[in-house]
């Protein structure tokens, strides 16, 4: 069985404007002491879980820890000798001397966030980096000899164009890399992105025109021989992320850090948001974990249904929604192979609709359902 252990680190140098995760640009000064909370609450945590088999560390940033802190974390893990181990890094934290410590403590993945080659885009999303940061970090790992190496992009920026979209994905691939994620911008409330879009200085993400990103994006990296395995992931064979194929194939995983999520024996369990308070809860000897919730069987198994239906391996479906399964094929919206049914491209740029009418259809007395209340938007829910 896989299991996860997902290590959340909340800093930044810059807090990019339409960020809302638990990431904070002033604490810097703490990193030492929550690197300690983090190791601690690992060490405790030891007897309740199982060996793990991939290890993802995600932010915020966590390449502002040293290699020595993220061997430190490594080790408090217990893991199989083929673990998967990932560390996020933005372009401009890295050169080959810390990517060679970083696989020395065992990183065996980098994820990089690109998100764009054109300058004025970078600037519309409140991002630090060059592209040739980018070019330069990737150069680096396979120096250090991190042989995974994925880039993130994301489309819908204000002043974005379909050229520009089409010159960063081509940009992307010539860096070689073998996996590639896309993630649609949203304006999230409370964001310095959503105060300039209320304010009218910069332009909202376009719907109709993040679809045609959408569509760009899965023929051209399908073209290049990456293939899609997850809405918003496409991987050569053999290079997909295995820790976030654990989320949709609704594994099992520890979250360990502030705001970390996790899941074990059934139960989905946060921790508190603050890396003041997470240090402090550790500190104590008390659980850091700020609520929980235990989701009852036919939520669970709707769940399953929504997660697998966006992978490419799609999802199982009863004879009760023959009809609406008939009838979103004939849409071309989905296809059967087999006894799953997968979701087409044009499928995937409605796949909550999609899900909430077979929902529907596969148990009509539970009523409508919502599934994008429940569903993680993408592969970086953690």
């Given amino acids: 069985m896989s299991f996860g252990v997902y290590i959340h680190v909340p800093f930044c140098t810059v807090r990019c404007d339409y960020c809302d995760f638990a990431t904070f640009d002033d604490r810097a000064h703490l990193i030492d002491a929550y690197v300690d909370a983090c190791v601690t609450d690992l060490r405790r945590r030891a007897g309740e879980v ?31 000798p083929d673990a998967e181990v990932t560390l996020e890094a933005n372009p401009d934290t890295v050169d080959e001397a810390r990517l060679a410590g970083y696989k020395t403590a065992g990183v065996t993945r980098l994820s990089l966030g690109m998100e764009s ?9 409140g991002r630090t980096h060059r592209h040739e940061h980018v070019r330069d970090a990737v150069e680096a790992a396979r120096s250090a000899g991190i042989e995974e190496i994925s880039v993130d992009l994301i489309y819908g920026a204000g002043g974005e164009t379909l050229a520009d979209w089409r010159a960063s994905i081509t940009d992307a691939l010539d860096l070689g890399v073998d996996h590639v ?49 997850e809405i918003s992931s496409w991987a050569r064979r053999g290079h997909e992320c295995r ?57 669970r198994g709707d769940e399953a249904f929504e997660l697998a239906l966006r992978t490419r391996s799609g999802a199982r479906v009863g004879g009760g929604a023959a009809k609406v399964v008939a009838d979103l ?17 044009h499928g995937r740029l409605m796949a909550s609709d999609v899900t909430a009418r077979l929902l529907v259809a596969l148990a009509p007395s539970a009523g409508p359902r919502d599934p994008a209340a429940r569903v993680p938007g993408d592969s970086r829910y953690h």
């Fill in 329 to 345: 094929e004939a849409a071309g919206l989905l296809f059967r192979e087999r006894d799953r049914i997968v979701l087409t491209t």
């Fill in 50 to 80: 199982p060996q793990a088999t991939s290890i993802f560390f995600g932010g915020g940033t966590p390449s502002l820890l040293t290699p020595e802190q993220v061997a430190r974390l490594v080790d408090g893990v217990d893991r199989s």
């Fill in 181 to 229: 994620s896309a993630y649609a911008l949203t304006v999230e409330k409370g964001t310095p992105l959503a105060r300039r879009v209320a304010a009218g200085e910069v332009e909202g993400p376009d719907e109709d025109r993040q679809a045609d990103a959408y569509l760009i994006a899965d023929a051209m990296l399908g073209a290049a021989g990456l293939a899609w395995y």
């Fill in 117 to 125: 080659t054109r300058p004025h885009v970078l600037a519309a999303l």
């Fill in 243 to 299: 820790h976030n194929r654990l989320y949709w194939e609704q594994g099992e995983y520890l979250g360990v850090g502030a705001a970390a999520h996790g899941h074990t024996n059934g139960r989905r369990w946060w921790n508190v948001r603050t890396p003041e308070r997470y240090i402090e809860a550790v500190g104590r000897g008390e659980s850091p974990e700020g609520g929980s919730e235990t989701l009852e069987e036919l939520a």
